[in-house]
Nanobody, 124 residues
Framework: QVQLVESGGGLVQAGESLSLSCAAS????????MGWFRQAPGKEREFVSA????????YYADSVKGRFTISRDSARNTVILQMNVLKPEDTAVYYC?????????????????WGQGTQVTVSS
């Protein structure tokens, strides 16, 4: 069982930055990917980024490569998504999720545990 709590969402203008945090608790966290997904109104949930708990591997959607950076603070059991040069199309509810290693980190079906979500709104 893994518990996830996101924080850090808010309202920013295009071009600005925002950092999201996901506090994780539970057993055997080292056996999980930690991922970020987002869902905009009227759209399907989409993959944003993922990281192995060791930090050795990271993955990004093409739409955020070069702008977003995922990292983890193992001392605080926290995964961070640093979002720079935000665009209005980044507006969505962002979800933190955990999937067992060995599953496809890009697919939402791989993730068994989800946070409650945090709203990110980027104005033009």
């Amino acid at each position: 069982q893994v518990q996830l709590v996101e924080s850090g969402g808010g309202l920013v203008q295009a071009g600005e930055s925002l950092s999201l945090s996901c506090a994780a608790s539970g057993r055997a966290l080292s056996t999980y990917y930690m991922g970020w997904f987002r869902q905009a109104p009227g759209k399907e949930r989409e993959f944003v980024s993922a990281i192995t708990w060791s930090g050795s591997r990271t993955y990004y959607a093409d739409s955020v490569k070069g702008r977003f950076t995922i990292s983890r603070d193992s001392a605080r059991n926290t995964v961070i998504l640093q979002m720079n040069v935000l665009k209005p199309e980044d507006t969505a509810v962002y979800y933190c999720a955990a999937a067992r290693l060995g599953y496809d980190s890009f697919k939402s079906d791989s993730y068994a545990y989800w946070g409650q979500g945090t709203q990110v709104t980027v104005s033009s």
